[in-house]
């Protein structure tokens, strides 16, 4: 069974950063990509960020110099920097990895406020 347990959500001034972490635990014989895509109220899915297993990293145009991906391979987890945060950015952010199979999976979803 793979898990994936996500933290750092919360409410943030505009201007304020987050730093968003994701642990992927369980049957992990391979980890092709992580990341964390995002739903809004009244708007699509949209990814927001993503690290490959060779470490190329892709972000959303609306977070691009902003936002910051990383990952610790000994941990298993991926982070996601926030910073300039917009009230644009309100949304819940569900992390993802894909291992290897290849197989998917996503977080519950962490709620981000930004808000004054």
């Known amino acids: 069974q793979v898990q994936l347990a996500e933290s750092g959500g919360g409410l943030v001034q505009p201007g304020g950063s987050l730093r968003l972490s994701c642990a992927v635990s369980?049957?992990?014989?391979?980890?092709?990509?992580m990341g964390w895509h995002r739903r809004a109220p009244g708007k699509q899915r949209e990814l927001v960020a993503s690290i490959a297993g060779g470490g190329n990293t892709n972000y959303a145009d609306s977070v691009k110099g902003r936002f910051t991906i990383s990952r610790d391979n000994a941990k298993n987890t991926v982070y996601l920097q926030m910073n300039s945060l917009r009230p644009e950015d309100t949304a819940v952010y569900y992390c993802?990895?894909?291992?290897?199979?290849?197989?998917?999976?996503w977080g519950q979803g962490t709620q981000v406020t930004v808000s004054s």
């Open positions: 993802y990895t894909v291992l290897t199979g290849p197989r998917n999976y």
């Open positions: 369980g049957s992990i014989y391979g980890i092709n990509a």
